[in-house]
């Protein structure tokens, strides 16, 4: 357990995040074979996972840098999604900063105790079959930040 941040009070002791690791950095685009190629010719990155999630309107293809955290390319299943009403507000870019967890109920909880919004009341399916939810932007500096337990 830690200490509560200032802002909470002096009696109250919050429940540890545990963020092991960033696990990818989401980047929303257009058109995901368009970006593998521009991806693959002009940083040499190869994409080591691809899928569609229905359930988030995604397609996605993740992408290896060295053995560090990945890059996941997000565009739009259908018009109605996250990624498309992303793409028609902001343009190509930045989406989104994932965190690793070893437990996606035990990090929310956490984060919920310290006030912020998480945006499911149970984790949902992300890549690969993880376990994921995310905590609002407005929350977080403007940083729409997901927690990814892996399958
Ligand atoms: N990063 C930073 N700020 C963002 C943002 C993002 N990705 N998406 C929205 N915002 C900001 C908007 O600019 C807007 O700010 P202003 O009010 O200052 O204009 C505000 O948040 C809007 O918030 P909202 O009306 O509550 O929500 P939206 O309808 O814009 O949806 C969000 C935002 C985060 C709730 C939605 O994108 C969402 O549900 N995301 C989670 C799911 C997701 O991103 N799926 C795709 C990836 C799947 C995967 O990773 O596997």
């Known amino acids: 357990m830690t ?22 950095v989401g980047i929303a685009v257009p058109d995901l074979d368009a970006a593998k190629t521009f991806y693959a010719e002009t940083f040499g990155l190869r994409v080591v996972h691809e899928e569609t999630n229905e359930e988030q309107g995604v397609r996605e293809a993740m992408l290896a840098v060295g053995d560090g955290p990945r890059l996941q390319l997000l565009a739009p299943a259908r018009p109605d999604s996250a990624i498309a009403k992303f793409l028609d507000r902001s343009g190509p870019g930045l989406q989104q900063l994932a965190y690793t967890v070893a437990d996606v109920e035990a990090a929310s909880a956490a984060l919920r105790a310290r006030g912020l919004r998480l ?13 994921i939810n995310f905590v609002h932007p407005k929350d977080a500096g403007g940083v729409l930040v997901e927690l990814v337990e892996p399958a």
Do not use: F, K, Q
Request: avoid cysteine; aromatic fraction near 2%; glycine fraction near 6%.
């Open 3 to 24: 200490e509560a941040p200032s802002s909470a009070p002096d009696n109250v002791t919050l429940p540890d995040i545990d963020l092991l690791r960033i696990d990818h």
């Open 119 to 131: 945006l499911y009341d149970t984790p949902r399916r992300g890549t690969a079959g993880s376990r």
